[in-house]
């Protein structure tokens, strides 16, 4: 199994441009999470799919997030406009129920920069 | 009040020592308990789950104290690869799916 696999790995772009980072979660399993990681806040639930279908987005900061799973094995995070302060490494996680533990796998993550 | 909360370090001890987390979380009914490693740049990894009675792997010591709402992590003879961010992780009642992360405890092992 490759794991959960993100792209880019690495991302630099200007101040209001457009940002779509990509998730395949892996094979079978059922969740998948968004998550963000920067110094001063660790690591953020940002949203979380069920089935492809979203299911808390309470942590999505602002109207410029946006997440959509349309299948079952591929999940984007949009950022339009960017801003320099949404610099940050922004990890996906996927997860299956196995007996009464969860299997989470983190992807490697996606560093973005916005200058 | 931070949902989960962990002294940010840095501890820097000798090879071979022995060298104890805590965390602590706020949400009572909180239900599932782990501790995860990760590496600088890379992602989080499951180090292992933490059970009621305490439990132990290899080198690893888990403890949960459910009355005081406090986790630890015991690592014995620390090797120079247990350098890492140790993160204290919850799952909270009622979103049994969902990894509450603590901020983390950066460890690094001096040769």
């Known amino acids: ?14 101040m209001g441009q457009e940002v779509t980072l990509r998730c395949k979660p892996i094979s079978g ?3 998948l999470f968004w998550y963000r990681q920067t110094m001063m806040r660790g690591l953020e639930l940002l949203i979380y799919f069920n089935n492809n279908v979203p299911i808390d987005d309470s942590g999505m900061p602002e109207d410029r997030f946006s997440a959509k799973m349309p299948n079952a094995s591929f999940s984007t995070l949009k950022i339009q406009p960017s ?20 299997g989470y796998t983190f992807g490697s993550g996606t560093r973005l920069t916005v200058v | ?22 965390c602590t979380y706020s949400n009572s009914a909180s239900q599932s308990f782990f501790w995860y490693r990760q590496d600088c740049r890379k992602e989080p ?26 986790i630890s992590l015991l690592i014995r003879d620390s090797k120079l690869s247990d350098s890492a961010t140790y993160l204290c992780v919850v799952t909270l009642s009622g979103s049994a799916r969902q990894l509450t992360f603590g901020s983390g405890t950066q460890l690094t092992v001096l040769p």
């Open chain 1, 1 to 14: 199994d490759a794991g959960v696999i993100q792209s880019p790995r690495h991302e630099v772009t200007e």
């Open chain 1, 29 to 31: 399993h059922d969740y």
């Open chain 1, 83 to 102: 801003e320099p302060r949404d610099s940050a490494v922004y990890f996906c996680a996927s997860s299956l129920l196995l007996g009464n533990s969860y």
């Open chain 2, 1 to 22: 009040r931070k949902e989960v909360e962990q002294d940010p370090g840095p501890f820097n001890v000798p090879e071979g020592a022995t060298v104890a987390f805590n």
């Open chain 2, 45 to 70: 990894k499951l180090l292992m789950s933490v059970y009621s009675s305490g439990n132990e792997d290899g080198r690893f010591t888990a403890q949960l104290n459910r009355a005081s709402q406090y």
